[in-house]
């Protein structure tokens, strides 16, 4: 078994002249195809002026996973901007690789469907409900 931490950025493009990006991190535990269980979910919203270069990239996911279990940050190759896995490694203070197998598949889709929720319910000014009707 084998413990990672999945990474999903949503928002790499522009919003109202900003780019307004959701990083998720979901910490896990895989198993061959299998995703064995979930240990923990960070989320980070960000927010740029100009578009994200992969240093800025490097930099959100490395913050969201602050403080997370994790042995592995395992992230699709075209979060990096599709750079050699190696370089891509060289520029994270963890050990980082490209998905290989099923379950680390399966764990980058949980987050990314994190990511896109959440940066959706942000965005959304409806979706903010009050707990009271005087609010």
């Given at each position: 078994?084998?413990?990672?931490?999945?990474?999903?950025?949503?928002?790499?493009?522009?919003?109202?002249?900003?780019?307004?990006?959701?990083?998720?991190?979901?910490?896990?535990?895989?198993?061959?195809?299998?995703?064995?269980?979930?240990?923990?979910?960070?989320?980070?919203?960000?927010?740029?002026?100009?578009?994200?270069?992969?240093?800025d990239v490097v930099q959100m996911i490395e913050r969201t996973v602050e403080g997370?279990?994790?042995?592995?940050?395992?992230?699709?190759?075209?979060d990096l901007f599709n750079q050699p896995e190696w370089l891509s490694n060289s520029?994270?203070?963890?050990?980082?690789?490209?998905?290989?197998?099923?379950?680390?598949?399966?764990?980058?889709?949980?987050?990314?469907?994190?990511?896109?929720?959440?940066?959706?319910?942000?965005?959304?000014?409806?979706?903010?409900e009050p707990i009271k009707d005087n609010l």
């Amino acid at each position: 078994m084998e413990r990672i931490i999945a990474v999903d950025i949503s928002g790499r493009h522009r919003h109202n002249s900003r780019y307004l990006m959701v990083c998720a991190a979901v910490s896990l535990s895989v198993s061959g195809g299998h995703v064995k269980q979930i240990h923990g979910v960070n989320i980070k919203p960000f927010v740029s002026d100009n578009p994200p270069e992969v240093v800025d990239v490097v930099q959100m996911i490395e913050r969201t996973v602050e403080g997370m279990g994790g042995v592995i940050i395992v992230a699709e190759e075209g979060d990096l901007f599709n750079q050699p896995e190696w370089l891509s490694n060289s520029m994270f203070t963890a050990s980082f690789k490209y998905p290989e197998s099923l379950s680390e598949r399966m764990g980058i889709e949980i987050a990314h469907h994190i990511s896109l929720s959440s940066r959706n319910l942000l965005l959304d000014p409806r979706s903010w409900e009050p707990i009271k009707d005087n609010l």
